[in-house]
Nanobody
């Protein structure tokens, strides 16, 4: 059983920044991904960025490359998502998840999710 707690969402104007945090606790294997997804009502949950602990790899969706940065604090099992140059289309509920998926971007392969944190970007 893994518990994930997200924080850091909020409302900003376009061009602004936010930093999301997600702390994981419980039964966590050494080889895992910690991944951020986002979802707007009526649409499928989409991958934003993921980071694997062992081996260390980082992946981003094309829509956020160059603007978002994911990082991992191994000791604290905490993943961060630094979001810069935010756009209105980044508005969504952001979810944190962890697991050992065959494809980091496929939400169907994850089983533990946080409660989500809302990000709203106004133009």
């Amino acid at each position: 059983q893994v518990t994930l707690v997200e924080s850091g969402g909020g409302s900003v104007q376009a061009g602004g920044s936010l930093r999301l945090s997600c702390a994981a606790s419980g039964k966590i294997t050494s080889r895992y991904w910690m991944t951020w997804f986002r979802q707007v009502p009526g649409k499928e949950r989409e991958a934003v960025a993921g980071i694997s602990r062992v081996p260390r790899r980082v992946s981003y969706d094309d829509s956020v490359k160059g603007r978002f940065t994911i990082s991992l604090d191994n000791r604290e099992n905490t993943v961060y998502l630094q979001m810069d140059s935010l756009k209105p289309e980044d508005t969504a509920m952001y979810y944190c998840t962890t697991g050992v998926p065959a494809s980091w971007w496929d939400h169907r392969l994850y089983h533990s999710w946080g409660q989500g944190t809302q990000v709203t970007v106004s133009s």
